[in-house]
């Protein structure tokens, strides 16, 4: 009981500091604080075998330039095949200027670089509320907290996207998306990974899959994502200029969502 009153007590100090992970690497720390060790027994620190590069598990790149090229037909295919055998990959000349990415990139690490006084005014834990900073959406909850902060934008479409366009790529019906909402609200999330003292007992993100419907990523040039596949665990490693699809829980539930 002890414990368990001791890890309550320094998971609330963290939590309303709002400072987050990078408050604590600001603070100086050499070690990482208890609430954030992951032991390697518990099933969210990742089952599977480790993680290579082997070339048989390459992450399928999907070239949307082949549009352009007079072949949409060949680029359905190659995103059915992506979607079914990994439901993960890359897609490239997606028409999004390289420059916007990395504007992208520096304004989100720009956001957690800021005065910790400066983004306490954002911390929250609120559902409700659209624009939110924090540590951990699952703090008190999980066995370890995560190494990682983030910024949450919580929108509504200002012009929602063709709800008819997806779904008939995919070979569904016309209003296969709007029957399930999915044509209504965005969410962004931008993470952020500070500089770890010890970075082999913890973890920034733990095994988990989208609850989405898909989501869009945008990697960094630093790598360290995983993704598993025949349980075994294979490095996403950052294509330049691309954008990772990854088929959420909501597509993969769908009825004949492919």
Known sequence: MANTQERMQQLKAFDESKAGVKGLVD????KVPSIFICRPQHPSAGSGKPGH???RFNIPIVDLGDVAAGKPAKVIQDIRRAAESMGFFHVVNHGIPKRVLEEMVEAIRGFHELPREVKAEYYSRDPMRKVKFFS????????FAAWRDSLFCDMMAPEPLDPQELPLALGLKS?????????????IAAHYYPPCPEPELT?????????TFITLLLQDNIGGLQVLYENRWIDVLPVPGSLIVNIGNLMQASPDPL
Do not use: F, P, W
Not at 136 to 143: A, D, F, G, V
Not at 203 to 211: L, Q, V
């Open 27 to 30: 603070d100086g720390i050499t």
């Open 53 to 55: 590069d082997d070339d």
């Open 136 to 143: 951990s959406y699952n703090l008190y909850q999980s066995r």
């Open 175 to 187: 209003d296969h998306l709007e029957g399930l909402d999915c044509a209504k609200e965005y969410l």
């Open 203 to 211: 973890i920034g993100t733990a095994k988990h899959s989208d609850g």
